[in-house]
């Protein structure tokens, strides 16, 4: 009596485990699923690089890559590179696919693909339907690795967008992308950062648009994009090469060292909400810095430039961390110049001994910094909305 007792008590608790672990209804969105932002290149270097872009569903996700040959994108199974962790594939909305060993100065086709996962229950994986970037009759996108033999390289910078596609479209317009080599975005892309779809909305995707598929961008983050519910998952769409926000890299002739400035008050300011670290935060970045200005890719690079949403001029809180905490080390590397923004308007200041002994150039919030430099000279033009050039600075290597 007491095991047939036992065996219904078992019937009973295993039929209620099994009720809850009934599939759950498949995704009641009926849209059709698709790439909806990106995909757009982060920390491009000579070896790597990063795809990142978004799904309407949760998906798998992979990049195809092809040799610029006279191929086509057809001819051959391509090899495969999965968003994977820990050797899974991940299942999400966004996806980020790094690959490594790749040639410096190599061109690459390549194709995102997603597939939508339907459900997963124990070892059943069920899939839906394939986006991917369409190349039948069309040419691929493409990017190039970078390369520090490289004899010259042309960049352009913007920043303080502040949510405005039209200033972003309009001082990127008539960029010749086929010689920019790169894009830095000097922080408060944002006003601040509240949801996935608003940080796509407000500049990424005219960024997707007008070249970041194919020219890699490089972020310095400002202290806009560090305010909001969203700000935390900033690193999860724009990851450094090292898993931090601040890093450095080389192109060309050029060592650029990417500074995150943080907040521009003190961490206990009533607009932080407790949220913010940043004073111990900029202890950490000085730490790396402190290496950084001895590292080989640094020492050996003919022009070396900071870029730092914050400027070093002293004043408010932010201001005097950077140039306490950043400057000295700058200093001690010998940068060249420092590319700076936040003050939404156009600043050069020279070198100021003792303080910073190399000249610091603040763009403006409504134009764009062009720059070249090759082995021997760095060319700095700042260019209005209007396409008016405000002010050009010639650095000649020292
Ligand atoms: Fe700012």
């Known amino acids: 009596m007491k095991h047939i007792f036992t065996a219904l008590l078992f019937m009973f608790v295993n039929s209620l485990v099994y009720t809850r672990a009934q599939p759950s209804p498949e995704n009641s969105n009926d849209e059709k699923f698709k790439v ?84 997963h229950k124990g070892i059943e994986v069920r899939y839906g339907e394939v986006a991917a970037t369409r190349v039948f009759m069309r040419t691929p996108p493409s990017f190039r690795t970078n390369d520090h033999q490289k004899k010259d390289i042309s960049f352009l910078m913007v920043n303080d967008i502040h949510e405005r596609n039209e200033m972003l479209k309009t001082l990127l317009k008539g960029a010749d992308w086929t010689n920019t080599d790169l894009v830095l975005f000097d922080g408060d892309m944002v006003n601040s950062s509240r949801n996935e779809e608003q940080m796509f909305a407000s500049y990424l995707d005219t960024a997707v648009q007008l070249f970041a598929s194919q020219t890699p961008m490089y972020y310095a983050r400002g202290n806009h994009e560090t305010r909001g519910e969203f700000a935390d998952a900033f690193a999860k769409y ?72 914050i400027p070093p001029f002293r004043g408010w809180h932010g201001e005097e961390e950077i140039a306490n905490k950043f400057v000295p080390l700058l200093n001690e590397g010998g940068i060249d110049v420092m590319l700076c923004a936040h003050l939404h308007r156009f600043v050069r200041k020279d070198p100021k001994p003792g303080d910073y002994n190399f000249p610091v150039i603040v763009n403006s919030n409504h134009s764009v910094l062009k720059a070249k430099a090759d082995n021997a000279t760095l060319k700095i033009t700042i260019v209005d909305a209007n396409g008016s050039t405000l002010d050009s600075v010639t650095i000649n290597r020292r």
């Open 36 to 119: 909806n932002h990106g995909p757009y290149l982060q920390h491009l270097g000579e070896t790597e690089v990063t795809f990142v872009w978004t799904t309407n569903k949760e998906a798998v996700a992979w990049v195809e890559l092809a040799p610029d040959d006279s191929t086509n994108f057809y001819n051959t199974e391509r090899k495969k590179y999965f968003s994977a962790s820990h050797g899974l594939k991940n299942v999400d909305t966004i996806h980020v696919v790094h690959i490594g060993h790749l040639q410096p100065g190599t061109k690459y086709r390549y194709r995102i693909f997603s597939q939508e996962v339907l459900s």
């Open 238 to 309: 724009f990851p450094g090469p090292n898993g931090k926000l601040y890093y450095m890299f080389r192109q060309g002739p050029v060592c650029f060292i990417m500074l995150d400035s943080g907040e521009d008050k003190p961490d206990s300011d009533i607009e932080y909400g407790g949220i913010t670290a940043f004073d111990v935060y900029r202890d950490e970045q000085a730490a790396w810095l402190k290496e950084a200005i001895h590292s080989k890719m640094f020492t050996e690079a003919p022009f070396k430039i900071a870029v730092a949403h």
